[in-house]
């Protein structure tokens, strides 16, 4: 990364990937200060934020350094081009959309390099999420719990991402379309096809 990054963009410590959702926070009132010219609002807003970005990302390319220069990167240029930006309706979702469409810019640019079939680098998310949540969200008794783990590593990479960005992150349905490019239909559709197929792998 170049140094006028770093220069620019506040440093953080060294983490491990956050479970939990965002803290209650006003995430609009940092933005619109960093569009201001506020330093002090880019680094409450990139500490605010990491840890959820950096879970997320994470799952879609298990490389800590990629992931980090990712989040880095695009603070990096909400500072740069700050005076070009609007405030979008949620801060958190254009966050997501920037870090998710960074990571898959360097897949492919890794994948030009190496020479490797570009496959669509979502069918790699990682079912590795915490499970805590399920028992409610699917009405489970404390038996059928233990195959929880079981049953979402047996949705597809995508069901597994719109269930994460929704039950974890807590992302509406025009949010999950914005960040997944995806008509919102099809994210309802996604959704109530996993719900479905957790439910009969538990019941079966």
């Known amino acids: 990364m170049q140094q006028s990054k770093i220069n620019t963009v506040p440093s953080f410590k060294k983490m491990e990937?956050?479970?939990?959702?965002?803290?209650?926070?006003?995430?609009?009132?940092?933005?619109?200060?960093?569009?201001?010219?506020?330093?002090?609002?880019?680094?409450k807003l990139f500490n605010q934020c990491f840890n959820s970005l950096y879970s997320y990302g994470y799952r879609i390319t298990p490389d800590s350094e990629n992931?980090?220069?990712a989040i880095q990167e695009i603070f990096f240029q909400v500072w740069?081009?700050?005076?070009?930006?609007?405030?979008?309706?949620?801060?958190?979702?254009?966050?997501f959309i920037s870090l998710r469409r960074e990571l898959l810019n360097k897949k492919k640019s890794c994948q030009r390099r190496d020479d490797v079939?570009?496959?669509?680098?979502?069918?790699?998310?990682?079912?590795?999420?915490?499970?805590n949540n399920w028992d409610e969200i699917l009405n489970l008794e404390e038996e059928d719990s233990k195959e929880l783990k079981r049953a979402i590593e047996n949705l597809t990479p995508r069901q597994r991402e719109v269930i994460y960005l929704k039950f974890y992150e807590g992302f509406s349905t025009e949010?999950?379309?914005e960040i997944l490019d995806l008509h919102?239909?099809?994210?309802?559709?996604?959704?109530?096809?996993?719900?479905?197929?957790?439910?009969?792998?538990?019941?079966?």
């Open 175 to 177: 949010e999950l379309s």
């Open 67 to 69: 992931v980090r220069d």
């Open 117 to 131: 079939n570009n496959n669509y680098y979502i069918e790699e998310f990682d079912a590795l999420i915490s499970y």
């Open 17 to 43: 990937p956050a479970e939990s959702a965002y803290q209650k926070f006003d995430l609009k009132i940092l933005w619109d200060k960093v569009l201001s010219g506020d330093k002090d609002a880019l680094g």
């Open 184 to 204: 919102a239909q099809s994210i309802y559709n996604l959704v109530f096809s996993a719900i479905n197929q957790l439910r009969y792998f538990l019941d079966n």
């Open 80 to 95: 740069k081009y700050r005076e070009n930006l609007t405030t979008p309706d949620s801060v958190q979702a254009y966050l």
